[in-house]
């Protein structure tokens, strides 16, 4: 039987371990939790979600709804855990966070073919195939031995979390439920502002304190994620920048009295129960105290209780065109692999994809070299970080300008040409998940 290493219980190392299992090899997961944890985690289980708990759309004309799709079709371990723990959320697959950890925890420990090992490695392993899925917040000693064999070419960007407030404290006097932008179900709270309480919330926002950073990152330039940017450091960007943005009115009505408003808070359930909200795309690195008079200030929230501030943490990724294959194995040493955030790709969903890519390809090391097709969202992806685009790598979500031009050119506008891009897909998803299915029985049969 293939012994297989994966370091790292986050998405991404999660599904590497449960995807090479199922490819008949014995896997040994090791994770420093509970023992030592990064900054920004709290919980002692694996496939913590650290930032939100939607992991976006859920419709395959979106580009992480076709993700969703295609991993799901394949036998993803985490689309399972989401579908197991989804909250509603209108268009959007979010899920209760502890269910879903939970989920995952259960289903690793009680495989099998998965050992688990509680652990920090230092060093990279030389002599066993391999997958490095630590992380953005790998520690400091994995992180130097990592640089030390890519010749010190990382990079590193500032992502950031948004708070979490109760249900309870909030003042359902001045917010109302309904949905996000006109679409899906009103499963969204809404905070409606005035053009003189946004303004009055601004001038707050522009001039509140932010946290000093970790004392490991002190004397970083701050740069941070465009996908998930502070709320205070969109601001700096101009006055109206929030209201076309996470503050953005169009499409919402107050349901009893059909008014419209100047800008809005959408906050969105974290658990089924609907006990806990978190601000949608309010991530910040205000001080504590300045993020409850601030954001106090937002109709609703005048008395909310915090349940879990909004923090900042670095984020930690390779220049993986100059040393990944689309195989997510280094070019350097093909028994190493990598996975997660770490190889530039940005998300839950993209992370827990290069994580099934990696796992697959580990799996299968020595016997055929295993890429998924570029018509695949997943194989687009696991191109892009082995290639790059246009100008310096930077991290990336998962979006159909990575993906292969269609064939021919489809009319009605993008969601037509979106559908047809979908369609493509899911053609070759289901090729892609047939073939999967005839090694793990081939596998599963030499095991035995």
């Known amino acids: 039987m293939k012994e297989i290493l994966v370091v790292g219980a986050g998405l991404a190392g999660c599904e590497a371990a449960w995807q090479a299992a199922h490819l008949g090899a014995h896997v040994t997961l090791v994770d420093m939790k509970p023992g030592k944890k990064s900054p920004a985690h709290r919980a002692d289980t694996f496939a913590e979600l650290v930032c939100s708990n939607s992991l976006r759309s859920a419709e395959v004309t979106n580009a992480s709804g076709l993700l969703k799709e295609e991993l799901r079709r394949m036998g993803s371990l985490i689309i399972e855990a989401c579908d197991a723990t989804r909250v509603s959320a ?37 002599d066993t195939v391999t997958v490095i899925a630590t992380g953005p917040l790998t520690s400091d000693a994995l992180a130097s031995d990592i640089a030390s064999l890519v010749g010190g070419d990382s990079l590193y960007f500032f992502d950031a979390a948004a708070p979490i407030v109760s249900f309870d404290s909030i003042d359902m006097s001045k917010a109302f439920f309904a949905s996000r932008y006109g679409k899906g179900s009103a499963d969204y709270i809404n905070c409606p502002m005035t053009e003189s309480e946004y303004k009055a919330f601004y001038n707050a926002l522009l001039t509140a304190e932010e946290a000093p950073l970790h004392e490991a990152d002190a004397g970083l330039r701050v740069k941070v994620f465009e996908g998930c940017m502070p709320v205070e450091v969109m601001a700096k960007r101009g006055e109206d920048t929030l209201r076309f943005g996470p503050m953005k009115p169009v499409g919402i009505t107050n349901p009893e009295t059909g008014e419209t408003y100047y800008a809005i808070v959408q906050l969105r359930r974290e658990n089924e129960e609907g006990e806990m909200f978190n601000i949608v795309g309010f991530q910040t690195h205000l001080k504590f105290p300045e993020q409850k008079r601030v954001f106090g200030m937002i109709p609703g929230l ?56 990696a796992g697959v390809a580990s799996a299968l090391n020595g016997e055929e070299k295993f890429t998924f097709p570029r018509n695949m969202m997943i194989g687009a992806m696991a191109h892009y970080i082995s290639h790059g685009g246009e100008g310096a790598f930077q991290p990336m979500n998962a979006n159909f300008g990575i993906m292969p031009p269609l064939e021919n050119k489809v009319k009605g506008g993008k969601r037509a040409r979106y559908e047809a891009y979908a369609e493509r897909a899911l053609r070759e998803t289901d090729e892609t998940a047939k073939k999967l299915e005839e090694l793990r029985k081939t596998h599963g049969e030499e095991k035995k």
């Open 302 to 357: 005048e008395n909310a209780e915090f349940l879990r501030y909004g923090v900042m943490h670095r984020n930690t990724f390779i220049n993986s065109p100059s040393h990944l294959d689309a195989d997510y194995s280094l070019r350097s040493d093909g028994k190493l692999y990598f996975a997660g955030q770490m190889t530039g790709v940005e998300g839950y969903i993209e992370s827990a994809a290069s994580g099934f890519a």
């Open 90 to 126: 209108g268009g959007a697959l979010a899920v209760d966070r502890e269910l879903f950890s939970g989920y995952i925890t259960d289903k690793i420990k009680n495989h099998p073919d998965i050992e688990t090992v509680e652990r920090e490695v230092t060093r990279l392993p030389r």
